[in-house]
């Protein structure tokens, strides 16, 4: 039972990285697609504007997604971790050359500089996204099996690459339609009409992506495809599937904050359809949730932990949020340092 209620805990997580963190990644596909130096000036500097506030607490949800694992799903985290070592040490490296792109970029004086940060930081928000998700997808086919090494097969299959596509574009998803509503905030209508032009596009992407992917789970994950088109599985593939016309239909006008609520349930709903569709495995069909939990001591402990955790750390995030969409966390520009500088020596 304990086990169950843990597992639970865990997709949630794995949801809310989806959906944070998603947002960032998605603002850096739209960096690299945003063309030369001059095209790409004002778009790129929403995105510096935009996630400047924000994009490092969103990585609040990978480290909890890696506590739970390791803790309370030993034995998953071990076989996981053995078979897809690479796609996972790519996602993490790509993590971190995301952040210290996106850091480095914007103090950086020289032109040829901004350049090579902001394409470290672009190109690894498109390869980190994939690698997670690919890894997920060679999860959910059940190819990580207690005998399976560190191979190829493991994350190179069908169900992994389209896992990994559907996460970049789930991602560009996300990314355009904040984008679209901070240009709003921001005082830039013309951007607003540029992201969301962009998500309507990536939207049509993941809506094919995702028929694409169910048609072949049905030879290649039959498992899985079951629980998608069965049961709890099937309604919050519904969920998905409304939500992504409201979207489309909100995204033909201009920018609001319903946009946001229905993209945000497009990816959520996905993830959670994916989560139950697996029930009762961490891996189909060979591990149960059972099978892959830790101790019953250690699961008591944890879920108090992470009940504490969840007590502090959501109202935190939240104001942070709200106190980012209300404009209460621009940084200081150099003319703003200047005069505090003054009124102290007057």
């Known amino acids: 039972m304990i086990a169950g209620v843990v597992a639970v805990v865990l997709l949630l997580v794995i949801t809310a990285y989806a959906c944070a963190g998603g947002t ?22 929403l995105i510096d504007h935009a996630m400047a506030p924000v994009w490092e607490v ?3 949800w990978l480290i909890f997604v890696l506590v739970i694992m390791w803790t309370g799903f030993p034995v998953f985290f071990q076989q996981v971790f053995t ?6 040490a790519l996602a993490a490296v790509g993590t971190v050359l995301r952040g210290a792109g996106f850091a480095l970029r914007k103090p950086s004086r020289r032109l040829a500089g901004r350049r090579l940060y902001g394409a470290v930081f672009a190109v690894s928000s498109l390869l980190t996204p994939f690698f997670l998700g690919a890894a997920a997808g060679g999860v959910a086919s059940g190819r990580v099996t207690a005998g399976t ?11 992994s690459l ?50 694409v992917t169910l048609f072949v789970t049905h030879g290649d994950a039959p498992h899985l495809w079951h629980g998608l088109t069965h049961g709890v599985g099937l309604v919050f593939v519904v ?3 409304l939500s992504t016309l409201t979207t489309a239909w909100l995204l033909m006008r201009p920018s609001g904050g319903w946009a946001r609520v229905s993209a945000v349930t497009v990816v ?9 569709a697996q029930r009762p495995y961490l891996i189909p069909t060979s591990m149960t949730i059972a099978e892959g939990a830790g101790a019953h001591t250690t699961l008591r402990w944890l879920t108090f932990v992470t009940l504490v955790a969840v007590l ?9 949020y709200w106190l980012d969409t209300q404009g209460e966390l621009e940084g200081l520009t150099d003319a703003d340092l200047r005069r505090g500088g003054s009124g102290d020596e007057g």
């Open 24 to 45: 960032d990644y998605g603002a850096g596909f739209w960096d690299l697609t945003a063309g030369g130096a001059e095209r790409g000036r004002r778009p790129r500097r």
């Open 58 to 60: 969103n990585n609040v």
């Open 83 to 88: 078979a897809m070592w690479l796609p996972l």
């Open 149 to 159: 090494m560190a191979a190829t097969e493991a994350w190179a299959n069908p169900t």
């Open 162 to 211: 389209l896992f990994g596509l559907l996460a970049v574009a789930t991602t560009a998803l996300l990314g355009g339609v904040f984008l679209a509503a901070d240009a709003r905030r921001f005082d830039e209508p013309d951007l607003d009409g540029y992201f969301r032009r962009r998500a309507l596009g990536a939207l049509a992407v993941v809506a094919v992506l995702a028929l």
């Open 239 to 241: 969920v998905a599937a």
């Open 268 to 276: 959520a709903s996905s993830v959670i359809a994916w989560g139950m």
């Open 312 to 320: 502090l750390i959501i109202p935190a995030v939240a104001l942070l």
